[in-house]
């Protein structure tokens, strides 16, 4: 009791009289910015509160509505600009919405839909200038191997018939519409609640295998378009596994003639590819549209040989092109609520993982900012329109935004004149499309993700040569598990493995065990590492109140290395403990106890002497929860109880107050001392145990 008593009388004594309290000065400022504004008659900040007038409005609808803010004070000279750069931008767009609706597993009409309806929303409400909205590869192959699935309960259901092929068209667009209602609702709630540091979650490893994964798949799929293979009896059961199996069984039934127009299309978008990296500074090359070119260019052929009647190659054929009617999305009979809903917020997580990492790379190269939060509502609110007009799930594309970029849009403007082009296509273009061949719009599908799997040996070598080998291993093994099991099979293992990683570090406290440098005594190192050689930063000295010591910095073979005092473990905590990193704080300090060295092996023989005080320095931890304190609590209790003291050195104000409202001074805990020096003269007093151990 003593104790406790000592503790509280000695902090009241160190709050002098003349001590400025914590917030004294703010709250003056603030008491004399009233008085003045008094007494110039100016409104209190209460009363503007109270008012709000339409200045303040203005301002919120800007920032929630950004349209209303960059288009009254659009320069008209920019327009010539943005119109260029959305119509390049559409001159992708629509050949890859008509390419990618096929991964869908839904009429073409739809994919352009994608492209129109959530483009238009965002271009009202996204914050980025170059992010192109629309249909994207990942997330269409995810959305068709949802519908395919979905698919399955169809085809159960009017067994041992086939349903009528309609009724597969109508049940397949209900399924992709309902997917891209809960995408919009899962994403706005993201926006809404400010969760946008989401899209960090998942590892770059995690995430390169499952995307190296699903462009390995879709290019299996793809390719047997491409070499006109017929489709295998019961596709729709189908695994990457087994089509991959299918495909190199079924290479003596290519179709020949439309093989050699698929692979001259895709060898041809190659070609423009390559060159337009090699002649980067031919301007008239860069802005040429190449799939574009591609499409024009095969219909023609296609069209001038009779490609399909005369030589039975697949064409696009007669679609009715329309804009999109309103109709409320609802899933139909035999699909199952239990699978779409996680599949559509996994389709979620790459969509905005992809879009918000596009979105603040282009920012950053253009200097202007963006909202993650706000750029989620956009992207919720997008596909909520979109579901009720006929489109899936549509997020931003690098590709088309790095297009977009190098067009040197200057506003949102491009994006909604790309849209309107393409419901000027819907309007007029289809018909011509008859002659395309359906293998060049598969070629088309294959050099996107070809282009995917580009950033995939860089990633590899990268790994391997900085012997980074659990995070190599993690990319292969997500990248083998996409291809061999499925795509959703990929992806949940990689958003589990990353949480699982995210919550294991955030479980360990950093914490490092220090020692005294036989070369002074006022300097103090992490045990393991050693001080710095001449020109390298300070070490920690006894009145540092910064640490820039590298705990895994390597030592020179002369360095002399930081040595453990006998009978006192000297912590330094390095960051606020809350209820998750302090779980694993009594067990690390048990390691430490027994081995002086967190790098020993448990199966090691403890060698370290008793420990008979215990030094925290907590120069890094600002704050500490309930949960902490309690765990901290009982920590030095139990030490009490082993009769080993327990000294906390550089307390901020705001955990010392924690610790004198959790009466930590009764629990055994001293937490009145400047540095490590002063509690390690405050032992030398009563124990015999302040010279390094040998």
Request: a neutral charge; one cysteine or more; proline letters at 5%.
């Amino acid at each position: 009791m003593s104790r406790c008593t000592s503790s509280a009388s000695s902090r009241s004594s160190g709050d002098a009289p003349g001590k400025r309290p914590a917030h004294g000065f703010a709250r003056t400022a603030t008491a004399a910015s009233g008085e003045v504004a008094a007494a110039s008659g100016e409104a209190t900040p209460l009363l503007r509160v109270q008012r709000r007038d339409r200045g303040w409005w203005m301002q919120r609808i800007r920032y929630y509505v950004p349209i209303v803010g960059w288009l009254p004070g659009y320069d008209a000279a920019r327009l010539a600009t943005d119109v260029k750069a959305g119509f390049m931008v559409a001159c992708l767009l629509i050949p890859q919405a008509l390419s990618y609706s096929s991964l869908t597993h839904l009429p073409a009409v739809h994919g352009l839909y994608t492209a129109l309806v959530p483009a238009l929303a965002y271009g009202m409400l996204g914050t980025s200038r170059h992010l192109s909205m629309g249909p994207e590869a990942l997330v269409s192959v995810l959305t068709g191997t949802l519908v395919r699935g979905q698919l399955v309960h169809l085809y159960a259901g009017y067994s041992p018939a086939a349903p009528p092929p309609e009724e597969v068209e109508r049940f397949a667009t209900a399924v992709a519409s309902v997917v891209a209602l809960v995408s919009g609702a899962f994403t706005f709630a993201l926006g809404m609640f400010r969760l946008g540091f989401l899209d960090s979650m998942i590892s770059e490893s995690s995430l390169r295998g499952f995307i190296s994964g699903t462009a390995i798949v879709i290019i299996i799929g793809q390719m047997r378009i491409v070499l006109g293979i017929p489709a295998a009896p019961g596709d729709v059961h189908s695994t990457p596994w087994k089509d991959l199996q299918y495909l190199v069984a079924s290479l003596g039934q290519t179709h020949a003639m439309t093989a050699a127009v698929s692979l001259g299309a895709l060898a041809v978008l190659r070609v423009l590819r390559l060159a337009k990296a090699r002649y980067k500074a031919a301007e008239w090359l860069q802005n040429v549209p190449d799939t574009l070119v591609v499409v024009v260019l095969s219909t023609v052929v296609s069209w001038a040989a009779s490609l399909g009647a005369a030589y039975g190659v697949t064409v696009f054929g007669a679609v009715d092109g329309d804009l999109p009617r309103l109709s409320l999305p609802r899933l139909p009979q035999y699909a199952r609520v239990a699978d779409v809903v996680p599949s559509a917020i996994t389709i979620t997580m790459i969509g905005v993982v992809e879009s918000v990492i596009v979105a603040r790379e282009y920012a950053g190269r253009n200097h202007y900012s963006v909202s993650s939060n706000r750029e989620l509502v956009a992207l919720g609110v997008a596909n909520g329109v979109g579901s009720v007009f006929g489109a899936y799930p549509a997020f931003g594309s690098l590709s088309r935004s790095k297009l977009n970029d190098r067009a040197r849009a200057t506003s949102q403007l491009s994006g909604i004149v790309a849209a309107a082009l393409v419901a000027v296509s819907l309007l007029g273009l289809l018909p011509y499309l008859y002659h395309l061949p359906r293998g060049v719009l598969a070629a088309i599908i294959v050099d996107a993700v070809v282009s995917l799997l580009s950033a995939t040996p860089g990633a590899v070598a990268f790994l391997f040569r900085v012997q980074a080998w659990s995070d190599l291993l993690l990319l292969v093994f997500i990248c083998l598990c996409s291809v061999a099991a499925s795509v959703e099979t990929g992806i949940l293992l990689a958003v589990v493995i990353s949480l699982v990683m995210v919550i294991k570090r955030s479980n360990m406290p950093r914490i490092k065990l220090l020692g005294r440098s036989a070369q002074n005594d006022n300097d103090f190192y992490p045990i393991g590492a050693a001080p710095p050689s001449s020109g390298a930063a300070h070490p920690l000295t006894l009145d540092s109140a910064e640490d820039s010591q590298d705990e895994d910095a390597q030592a020179p073979p002369d360095a002399v290395h930081a040595q453990h005092i006998d009978g006192v473990l000297i912590v330094r905590i390095e960051e606020p403990l809350y209820f998750a990193n302090a779980g694993q704080l009594r067990a690390r300090l048990t390691r430490m106890e027994l081995y002086g060295d967190m790098r020993a092996h448990p199966s090691e023989a403890p060698r370290m002497t008793p420990t008979q005080a215990v030094i925290f320095d907590l120069i890094g931890m600002s704050d500490i929860d309930g949960s902490a304190l309690e765990i901290l609590l009982n920590t030095v209790h139990e030490y009490h109880r082993r009769q080993v003291r327990v000294l906390f050195v550089r307390v901020c104000d705001t955990v010392r107050a924690r610790f004198e409202r959790a009466k930590m001074g009764c629990a055994g805990g001293e937490y009145d001392f400047s540095d490590i020096g002063a509690a390690l003269a405050h032992l030398e007093q009563q124990l015999s145990i302040v010279s390094p151990s040998p």
